[in-house]
C-alpha cells in the first residue's frame, strides 16, 4: 500500500516538473518573441508596413530608438528626402517633438543652408534665391555657369545686391553685371542714379568718340537739340560747344607740345611764345622751329609739283592779334568778327604752329585752286592738318579757312586729317582723355 503511494507521489512530481519545464520555456518563448524589433515597434504604434519600411531605411541603433518611442510616422518623409541627412536622425526626432515640419527641419540641418546662414549679409527672407542660384546656374540670378562656384559670401552679395536693384526704377537685370561695374568705379553714386546714368549712356555707348564723364552734358545738349544726331551730340559736347564761345576759358595745356589746343575755350599769352625762325624766301613770318623747317619742306615739295605756296601770316603776338581783331570788330562788328579772327590770346597764331598760306581772304576762293587741292592731299606728309573745315563753324567758331593749316606733327596729322574731325573733336577723345584708347 505505501509502495503504491509512493509511486503515484514520484509520478505527481514528475508531472509538475514536466509542466515546470513546459512553463519555463513558454516564458523563455515569450520574452524572445516580446524582445523582437517587429513587436516593439507594433507595440510603439507602427503597423505591419511601417515596421518593414523602418528595417529597410534606419540603421538597428535607429530602430531601436524608434521602438523606445511613440511612433514618430514624420520621419518617414524626411528620410526619402534628397536633402536627408543620417547623422540629423536625432535631431530630426527632436524637432517633430517640438512640433516642427518636415520642411523645416530638413531645410534646417542641411549643411548649405546652414553654411549660408553664418555667411556675412545673410537674410533669411532670401534663404530659396540663395539655393536656386547656387543649385541652378540658370536661374537667371547667375549671369554665367563660372559664377556657379562662387564662394557662398558671393552669392549671398550677389542675390542681395540684385533684389535691391529691382525695386528701383528702370532695373534691368540683363545688365546687372554693368551696374556694378559702374558702382566700382563711382561708389559716391546712388544706387537708383546708377540704373539711371548706366541706362542713358547705353544709347550712347555704340557711337564713336562716346565719353562717359559727359553723358550728363550729352543728355542736356540732346534735350536743348532734339533734331541732332547722337555722333553729332558726342562730338559738339566732346569740343566744349554745350557752352558758348569764350565761357569758363582756360589756360592751353601747354605740356601737349604740337597738340597743344588754342581756341575759343582755351587762351595762351606772350609768355608762351615758343622759339622762333623766320621764313624767309618761304613767306612772311616767323614760325615755331619744327613747324617751320617742316614748311619749308612742304612748300619744296609743292614746288617739285610745280605748286607755288608761300606764308602769308605765322607767328602773331598778343599785341599784334588785338590790332588784327580789334580791326575785324570796327569795321563788322564782334559778331560778325568773332566768326573769321580769334579774339587775343585765343589764336593759335600765338604759338608759332599756324600759317596761312597764299591768301587770308574768303573771297579769293582758295578752295578752288590747285594748290589747295594739292595741300589737302600733301600736307599731313609734313605734319600739317587744314584747321578750319567746311560745315563745322558750329565747332570751331570760324567759318571754313581753305588757306589756314596748323602743325601738329607728322605722328597725327594722317590720323587727323583721315578722321574728318576738327582738332577739337579729334583732341577731346585722343589728347584730353588718352585713357579712352
Request: glycine residues 6%.
Amino acid at each position: 500500500m505505501a509502495r503504491k503511494k509512493k509511486k503515484k507521489t514520484f509520478k505527481a512530481i514528475v508531472i509538475l516538473v514536466v509542466l515546470a519545464l513546459i512553463a519555463a520555456g513558454g516564458y523563455i518563448g515569450w520574452k524572445k518573441y516580446t524582445a523582437r524589433i517587429e513587436y516593439r515597434l507594433g507595440k510603439a504604434g507602427y503597423n505591419k508596413e511601417e515596421t518593414e519600411a523602418i528595417k529597410e531605411m534606419f540603421s538597428e541603433e535607429q530602430q531601436e530608438i524608434l521602438a523606445n518611442l511613440r511612433a514618430v510616422p514624420e520621419i518617414f518623409g524626411i528620410a526619402r528626402d534628397e536633402r536627408y541627412q543620417e547623422d540629423r536622425f536625432v535631431d530630426y526626432l527632436s524637432g517633430i517633438a517640438e512640433g516642427k515640419d518636415a520642411e523645416t527641419l530638413l531645410t534646417d540641418f542641411d549643411p548649405l543652408v546652414i553654411a549660408l546662414r553664418d555667411t556675412e549679409g545673410y537674410k533669411e527672407e532670401n534663404l530659396q534665391l540663395y539655393m536656386q542660384a547656387i543649385r541652378d546656374p540658370d536661374s537667371g540670378y547667375i549671369s554665367s555657369a563660372s559664377d556657379f562656384r562662387l564662394y557662398y559670401a558671393e552669392i549671398v552679395y550677389r542675390i542681395n545686391r540684385q533684389l535691391e536693384y529691382s525695386k528701383l526704377e528702370g532695373y534691368d537685370p540683363a545688365i546687372y553685371e554693368t551696374y556694378e561695374t559702374y558702382t566700382a568705379k563711382h561708389q559716391d553714386m546712388a544706387l537708383q542714379e546708377v540704373v539711371t546714368h548706366v541706362n542713358t549712356a547705353l544709347k550712347y555707348k555704340d557711337e564713336p568718340y562716346f565719353i562717359d564723364a559727359y553723358l550728363d552734358r550729352y543728355e542736356t545738349y540732346r534735350t536743348a537739340n532734339p533734331d541732332a544726331a547722337l555722333y553729332d551730340v558726342i562730338l559738339a559736347v566732346n569740343a566744349g560747344i554745350d557752352k558758348p564761345f569764350y565761357t569758363d576759358a582756360q589756360h592751353a595745356d601747354m605740356s601737349k607740345g604740337y597738340l597743344v589746343l588754342v581756341n575759343k575755350y582755351y587762351y595762351v599769352n606772350d609768355n608762351d611764345k615758343p622759339e622762333t625762325v623766320e621764313l624767309g624766301y618761304y613767306g612772311v613770318g616767323e614760325m615755331e622751329v619744327t613747324a617751320a623747317e617742316h614748311f619749308r619742306h612742304m612748300v619744296d615739295a609743292a614746288a617739285a609739283d610745280g605748286i607755288y605756296l608761300r606764308s602769308v601770316n605765322a607767328y602773331r603776338t598778343e599785341a599784334i592779334q588785338n590790332l588784327f581783331y580789334t580791326g575785324y570788330v570796327s569795321e563788322a562788328g564782334r559778331a560778325a568778327a568773332d566768326t573769321y579772327s580769334a579774339r587775343p590770346g585765343h589764336s593759335e597764331h600765338q604759338v608759332g604752329l599756324a600759317v596761312d598760306i597764299n591768301t587770308a581772304s574768303i573771297s579769293k576762293h582758295f578752295e578752288n585752286t590747285a594748290q589747295y587741292a594739292w595741300l589737302v592731299e600733301h600736307c599731313a606728309e609734313y605734319g600739317f592738318i587744314l584747321r578750319y573745315l567746311p560745315g563745322k563753324q558750329y565747332i570751331t567758331g570760324y567759318v571754313y579757312e581753305p588757306w589756314h593749316y596748323r602743325y601738329v606733327g607728322v605722328e597725327y596729322a594722317k590720323d587727323i586729317m583721315d578722321s574728318g574731325l576738327t582738332f577739337e573733336e579729334w583732341y577731346a577723345f585722343y589728347v584730353a582723355n588718352p585713357d579712352l584708347q
